[in-house]
T-cell receptor, first 114, second 113 residues
């Protein structure tokens, strides 16, 4: 358990509404990541952060923004949700394990956009 | 482009038997890490095993071991003495020098009693 929580765990929203997902970690990890999981695609990186106020885009960043004002919190925002953003969203942190960086995941947030 | 391919969408194995899940990847980098993650019905992503590309020795974790063939860019997972709790989706993932993870599409494993 890498001390990662995600909120909410489930959310149903309507097309066009803004949505913010929160990832919270308790162990002062520098690197944090947001992924989405869809059938047939595995997990794909949306955005990541390498420190407070330091973020960068991943593979599927269109339609998403992120913010990190504190080490412990990494927020993912869908400015105007679309049905194609229905997915399961995972947050992850990177931790040194046996001399190498390894990512550990939160429990996930299931988002349904109607 | 760096890609990870899992060619077996679904597999099944009898309890107590051995099963091997396949994974291939494509990269031009020399230093990287490879991972297998397990995702049970709870949807939690759980690290199973990790392999450093610079190490020739195959990683093992209890009943889980890998066959890492760097030249062939192959990274298979062997589960020995399969247990009902091993039923899950298994993802192979590749981490280049940037530290990001690139995942395969997953293999659903069913362990039958």
């Amino acid at each position: 358990d890498a001390g990662i929580t995600q909120s909410p765990r489930h959310k149903v929203t309507e097309t066009g509404t803004p949505v913010t997902l929160r990832c919270h970690q308790t162990e002062n990890h520098r690197y944090m990541y947001w992924y989405r999981q869809d059938p047939g695609h595995g997990l794909r990186l949306i955005h990541y952060s390498y420190g407070v106020k330091d973020t960068d885009k991943g593979e599927v960043s269109d339609g998403y923004s992120v913010s990190r004002s504190k080490t412990e919190d990494f927020l993912l925002t869908l400015e105007s949700a679309t049905s194609s953003q229905t997915s399961v969203y995972f947050c992850a942190i990177s931790e040194t394990y046996r001399g190498g960086e390894t990512q550990y995941f939160g429990p996930g947030t299931r988002l349904l956009v109607l | 482009a760096q890609t990870v391919t899992q060619s077996q969408p679904e597999m099944s194995v009898q309890e107590a038997e051995t099963v091997t899940l396949s994974c291939t990847y494509d990269t031009s980098e020399n230093n990287y890490y490879l991972f297998w993650y397990k995702q049970p019905p709870s949807r939690q992503m759980i690290l199973v095993i990790r392999q450093e590309a610079y190490k020739q020795q195959n990683a093992t974790e209890n009943r889980f071991s890998v066959n890492f063939q760097k030249a062939a860019k192959s990274f298979s997972l062997k589960i020995s003495d399969s247990q009902l709790g091993d039923t899950a989706m298994y993802f192979c993932a590749f981490s280049p020098s940037s530290g990001k993870l690139i995942f395969g599409q997953g293999t659903t494993l069913q362990v039958k009693p």
